[in-house]
């Protein structure tokens, strides 16, 4: 599986971005696909995942509420959509997949095979 991720950008604060996470393979859907982010100096952090079996979905605590992620298994795409962002959520945005992990270990990187190229976010202030 690869993994493209697109949709960062520069916003103001309180603004919204989604970004986009396309893959190839034909059995995308089975696949449990993360939203991770890196902010200079500190560790990858999770942000949100998604089943690919029932589309069940976990959020961080620090975004829950304010972004969304979805998946449309027709295009091979996962999205995440946020709002209300805030200069803290500043950071390089990665998309990751495995069809392998259980539901306890979506949050940790170390649980995901597939990972695609980051896309910076920034909110200025």
């Known amino acids: 599986v690869q993994l493209q991720a697109s949709g960062g950008g520069l916003v103001q604060a309180g603004g919204s971005l989604r970004l986009s996470c396309v893959a190839s393979?034909?059995?995308?859907?089975?696949?449990?696909v993360g939203w991770f982010r890196q902010a200079p100096g500190k560790d990858r952090e999770f942000v949100a995942a998604?089943?690919?079996?029932?589309?069940?979905?976990v959020y961080a605590d620090t975004v829950k509420g304010r972004f969304t992620i979805s998946r449309d298994n027709a295009k091979n795409t996962v999205y995440l959509h946020m709002i209300n962002l805030r200069p803290e959520d500043t950071a390089d945005y990665y998309c990751?997949?495995?069809?392998?992990?259980?539901?306890?270990?979506?949050?940790?990187?170390?649980?995901?095979?597939?990972w695609g190229q980051g896309t910076q976010v920034t909110v200025s202030s």
């Open positions: 990751a997949a495995d069809n392998g992990i259980i539901l306890s270990s979506v949050r940790q990187p170390s649980e995901y095979d597939y």
């Open positions: 393979g034909r059995t995308f859907s089975r696949y449990t």
């Open positions: 998604i089943r690919g079996s029932n589309s069940f979905t």
